[in-house]
């Protein structure tokens, strides 16, 4: 998948775009933050209600990310050629499904 980023090499590279992160962590947190400013819109897909990184940070996080969803996990990349085309991000606690178009770190 070309648009399916473990790490981030080129902030560039996520400019204009609507950006989905998975995790929680302070890797996860630090990206949301560096990428808010460039990005259409950042997405935070994580498990629990609670972030790991700086409490500063995801403070930064929350007021910055258009949406920050929790409980939630992503069940499904849906691909399309050699893209993804759509995720399917499922709440954890009412098993409610949703599907977004995004590129996906």
Known sequence: MTNLYYTVQELKTF????????GGGDSAVDWANALAPIAESV????RRDMFGGHEKN????KATCKRILTPHELTELHGQGDKIAAV???NIETGQKKNELKQML
Request: no cysteine; hydrophobic share 55%; aromatic share 0%.
């Open 43 to 46: 997405t935070v897909v994580h």
């Open 15 to 22: 400019a204009g775009k609507r950006v989905v992160i998975s």
């Open 58 to 61: 995801v403070a930064n996080m």
């Open 88 to 90: 399917t991000i499922q």
